[in-house]
């Protein structure tokens, strides 16, 4: 599975958009991009994912740049409850390595 | 619609002992995923079931074994504790993971080695 590149933390104000950036130079055609989030001490939580095409769901945007080499998560209104470490990752939809390879993420906190 | 439930939630063990964490997954979900997230370290991939048998595994000694039972349910083994084992172990379990790539997860068993 490709690698991906996440900043370390970002910092966001209560109600505003929270952007998070990842970078997945690597990502073959038939891998896709999903994004997670781990609140302090819980079990992580699914987010969206996408192949080639924007994404959205009641969570969240999902944004993949036309060449897929990058990705920004969208959370339209941040409030405190999504501080959280986000993950992105990157993973093919066929082959017999189905786990999901989690890397450093980004934490995300958001500032009331 | 009960989710991945873990148990125990927590416990503490002694250098050498040996443990068994278990795991229920979210019914109708035949694979089960094994992670362990030591303190301040990311998620570890350990082991990966479905339907039964044992698909793959992390890089991980072999003191770390499971095992999945007909209802889908999973028990992860740890022999011969180290204190380096002490962490956060978390379960996870899909039903079409091709199709819709979600995960779920428990909210893990949090192991401490003395």
């Known amino acids: 599975d490709a690698k991906t590149t996440q900043p370390t933390s970002m910092d966001c104000a209560e109600g505003r958009a929270a952007n998070l950036p990842c970078n997945h130079s690597?990502?073959?055609?038939?891998?896709?991009v999903y994004w997670y989030r781990q609140i302090h001490s819980q079990g992580p939580q699914y987010i969206i994912h996408?192949?080639?095409n924007n994404e959205t769901n009641e969570m969240a945007s999902l944004i993949i740049t036309e060449d897929r080499k990058s990705s920004t998560l969208i959370l339209p209104h941040a409030t405190l409850r999504d501080t959280a470490v986000y993950y992105c990752?990157?993973?093919?939809?066929?082959?017999?390595?189905?786990?999901?390879?989690f890397g450093s993420g980004t934490q995300l906190t958001v500032l009331p | 619609e009960a989710g991945v439930t873990q148990s125990p939630t927590h416990l503490i063990k002694t250098r050498g002992q040996q443990v068994t964490l278990r795991c229920s997954p979210i019914?109708?979900?035949?694979?089960v995923y094994w992670y362990q997230q030591a303190l301040g370290l990311g998620l570890q991939f350990l082991l990966w079931?479905?339907?039964?048998?044992?698909?793959n595994r992390g890089n991980f000694p072999p003191r770390f074994s499971g095992r999945q039972f007909p209802n889908y349910s999973s028990e992860l083994n740890v022999n011969a504790l180290e204190l380096e084992d002490s962490a956060l172990y978390l379960c996870?379990?899909?039903?079409?993971?091709?199709?819709?790539?979600?995960?779920?997860f428990g909210e893990g068993s949090r192991l401490t080695v003395l």
């Open positions: 996408g192949l080639k």
């Open positions: 079931y479905d339907e039964g048998e044992e698909r």
């Open positions: 690597t990502i073959s055609g038939n891998e896709y």
């Open positions: 019914s109708g979900h035949t694979s």
């Open positions: 996870a379990s899909s039903l079409d993971w091709a199709r819709t790539g979600e995960l779920f």
């Open positions: 990752i990157v993973r093919a939809s066929s082959g017999s390595a189905r786990q999901l390879t």
